[in-house]
């Protein structure tokens, strides 16, 4: 292998040890089919590694890690023991982040909450409380797609061509960044405030075709979701309950228990023909989830 991949031994040892980790992950999901297969990766493409162990914090703005020397950095640093840290780029930032063990909570909640992930809005809580979510990046993505329009005819390569190719990868970081902040306000709302949390389980094929999911959740994947909500309910000592994907939480009258036998999606008002309940239906489906965990 030396001889055919030289930059191999230019990096931290742990490095490759990390990267073959992450694929082993990649590939266990793939076969779970709780996502696609794993993508090849390549130089100059979301370009990032992780180092473990020695990674050291000299001070608030200056780090060690191994091969590479002291770093410093734009924001101030944690004053903690990292187990490992994750070094990434995005358009021509560099950013680090930090894994490092932290003593779980227990939760001082006892009741339960349903949650149904929707369209109109990013959640609808069985408590009515409902999460609107981000509507700002819908600008930033219109103006996204008219750069990219504007692009094509540039000549791939070229000064022009490369700076505005800078301005969309900002504009996708933009993005991303107001869609990742969403999700894990939701997501740290959910499990630090209840003691027990309802989700509907969803699949990825299932997801592709379910337009039912906002976009935030959408884009950001089921999996992301759920991956947020179970390390912190873990965190907060909050209990998770992920509820089959079958279960008819939208079809079922959450005041009599009787179910439909269809309801289309532009029906956003639950009528029950049964005891005569009229609910918003998603507020119908988040209770139903809630009464699913007990
Ligand atoms: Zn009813």
């Known amino acids: 292998m030396k001889s055919e991949h030289e930059w191999y031994y230019e990096v931290s040892k742990s490095t490759p040890q990390q990267a073959l980790m992450a694929l082993r992950e990649a590939w266990k999901r793939c076969f779970n089919k709780t996502a696609g ?24 703005n200056k780090i060690q890690v191994p091969v590479i020397g002291v770093l410093k950095t734009y924001e101030r640093l944690p004053q903690v023991k990292p187990k490992s840290i994750t070094i990434s780029r995005e ?30 809005s990013l959640a609808t809580f069985s408590t009515g409380e409902v999460i609107v979510g981000a509507k700002s990046y819908k600008k930033y993505e219109a ?32 993005i991303a960044n107001i ?5 894990h306000k939701l997501t740290t709302l959910l499990a630090k405030n209840h003691g027990t949390v309802v989700i509907e389980d969803l699949n990825v094929s299932g997801m592709l075709a379910n337009r039912k999911l ?24 909050s209990k998770l309950v992920v509820v089959d994907r079958w279960f008819p939480s939208s079809k079922t009258c959450s005041n009599c228990g009787t179910k439909k036998e269809t309801l289309t999606l532009n029906e956003r008002v639950f009528e029950c023909s049964e005891c005569g309940f009229v609910i918003d239906r998603d507020l119908n489906a988040a209770i139903n989830l809630s009464k699913a965990a007990s």
């Open 37 to 60: 297969h794993p993508l090849f990766k390549k130089k100059g493409k979301r370009d990032s590694f992780t180092l473990e162990g020695t990674v050291k914090i000299l001070g608030n």
């Open 179 to 183: 869609r990742k902040d969403t999700l």
């Open 214 to 237: 906002a976009k935030a959740i959408a884009d950001m994947s089921f999996f992301e979701f759920r991956r947020q909500l179970t390390y912190k309910c873990e965190l907060y000592g």
């Open 91 to 120: 358009a021509t930032r560099w950013f680090i982040s930090f894994r490092f063990e932290v003593e779980t909570q227990n939760s001082e909640h006892i009741d339960v909450v349903g949650v149904d992930l929707g369209v109109k």
């Open 143 to 174: 103006k996204l797609s008219r750069m990219q329009w504007l692009n094509r005819h540039k000549v791939i390569g070229s000064a022009n061509w490369k700076k505005a190719q800078l301005q969309i990868a900002r504009l996708h970081r933009k």
